[in-house]
């Protein structure tokens, strides 16, 4: 489903640089110009690749740390829930609707 | 508004509770019928393990169980549910000091009984004694049985008036019928829904082993008990033929005394004759007492008679 993410931002917008368009005919004499403004833009696109893989690496790290975070905390529900079906007191049985419900459970020994 | 019970049983057996072959192997049937998907019918005299056997298969099933146990008062109601009581509600609003607003709601309150319960979660119903309650009673059972669909009383509320029964209902009968006393016959189509298991009584195997278990008594004594209760039972002679319980009672009674049936003076012969004679007749004439009390006096001579010409012979 598109969401307002996947709308084109500011980012996507054509500058007149990069439609390689300009508002003078180009002449040879602009040669020398032009290489200065393509090893500028290159300098800022390397420094902004730079930064982004340091953002990246920072991402990468936290979702590891949530990761693990998360499979302990459902190991600890599980073994909660594991003692609590084997204790008698009570257990969750679930309807086909998915409604759950707590039962109170009598022992009937025989 | 609907509600409904909360509370499932959870059967486990006692520490004294006996597997021998012949329990195994009628659990071991009783569970191949239901995995097939037929609800299983015990019947048989009183002490013939119906109602154990029906607890024992359902701890194996292990789902939580709903016992109902068969009778003559129960009717439909009892057995799905039924609107008991009412529930109140009233609102005083008074946000605006200068405006009172009241809203009063009355709904009626309906229960689900034990067999919703049942059919919606798929739990496990053993019907105890079920020909005790009145054939039409139980007819709402002949839909759940085949169809696996309840009919559901338009009062009950509700989105649906029908309830699919889950895939893991189970239901287990029992039924005794040579009872005389306040139950009716099955009904065919009711019968015809569900594999009927008849039970005698234990084998000799099974019988020691639960006397043994029950009392703790010695083996050499358990064994006494039960060929004493067994040849009285062979005999033809009773009214009703007796019981493992008649077993039980005895060696818990001789367990209790702590006497041994060899020394007892007498003792362990009137024991055994006044649980055996009570235990074979229904009304208690002299003249059957008698008798019972007779045959088991010659009985138990014969068994301490034979103990000590073995013992001699050792």
């Given at each position: 489903m598109r969401d307002v993410n996947s709308l084109p931002g500011l980012h996507k917008v054509r500058t007149m640089f990069s439609a390689n368009k300009r508002s003078r005919p180009r002449v040879e004499s602009s040669a020398y110009l032009e290489l200065y403004m393509l090893n500028k833009e290159k300098e800022r696109l390397l420094k902004e690749d730079e930064r982004l893989s340091r953002r990246k690496d920072a991402i990468k790290k936290r979702l590891e740390e949530i990761n693990s975070e998360i499979n302990k905390l459902q190991e600890t529900e599980a073994a909660v829930k594991a003692v609590g079906d084997t204790n008698s007191s009570g257990a969750t049985f679930t309807q086909k609707e998915g409604v759950k419900k707590k039962w109170k459970k009598m022992s009937l020994n025989y | 508004m609907i509600d409904e019970m909360t509370t499932v049983l959870e059967p486990s057996p006692l520490p004294d509770f006996v597997e021998t072959r012949y329990v195994k192997d009628i659990t071991k049937r009783g569970i191949s019928y239901i995995k097939a998907g037929f609800p299983v019918h015990f019947r048989g005299v009183?002490?013939?393990?119906k109602t154990t056997l029906a607890m024992h298969i359902a701890s194996k099933i292990g789902r939580p169980v709903v016992m109902i146990h068969g009778d003559?008062?129960?009717?439909?109601s009892d057995l799905v549910g039924g609107e008991y009581g009412y529930r109140f509600r009233k609102v005083v609003d008074r946000f605006v000091s200068r405006v009172l607003k009241v809203e009063e709601d009355m709904v009626k309150r309906w229960v689900d009984n034990r067999l919703t319960v049942a059919c919606k979660y798929g739990f496990t119903l053993i019907y105890d004694?079920?020909?005790?309650?009145?054939p039409e009673a139980n007819n709402i059972l002949l839909s759940i049985l085949q169809e696996k669909m309840m009919d559901l009383p338009?009062?009950?509320?509700?989105?649906?008036?029908y309830l699919r029964v889950d895939p893991d209902f189970t239901a287990i009968f029992t039924s005794n019928p040579e009872e005389y006393a306040g139950v009716y016959r099955s009904q065919d189509a009711l019968r015809d829904r569900m594999i009927a298991m008849d039970l005698d009584h234990f084998d000799y195997e099974t019988e020691v082993a639960i006397t043994k278990a029950k009392s703790k008594l010695s083996k050499q004594h358990a064994e006494m008990i039960v060929k004493i209760v067994r040849d009285l039972r062979e005999?033809?002679?009773?009214?009703f033929a007796p019981t493992i319980r008649g077993c039980i009672m005895i060696a818990k009674t001789l367990k209790v005394q702590g006497i041994s049936p060899a020394k007892s003076n007498g003792a362990f012969t009137q024991m055994c004759q006044d649980i055996l004679a009570s235990e074979t007749s229904r009304v208690g004439s002299k003249t059957n007492q008698n008798r019972v009390k007779e045959i088991v006096r010659e009985l138990i001579e014969k068994e301490l008679s034979g103990q000590k010409s073995t013992a001699e012979a050792v």
């Open positions: - | 009183s002490g013939t393990g003559e008062e129960f009717t439909t004694e079920f020909t005790r309650s009145r338009v009062g009950r509320g509700g989105e649906e008036p005999s033809g002679k009773c009214e």
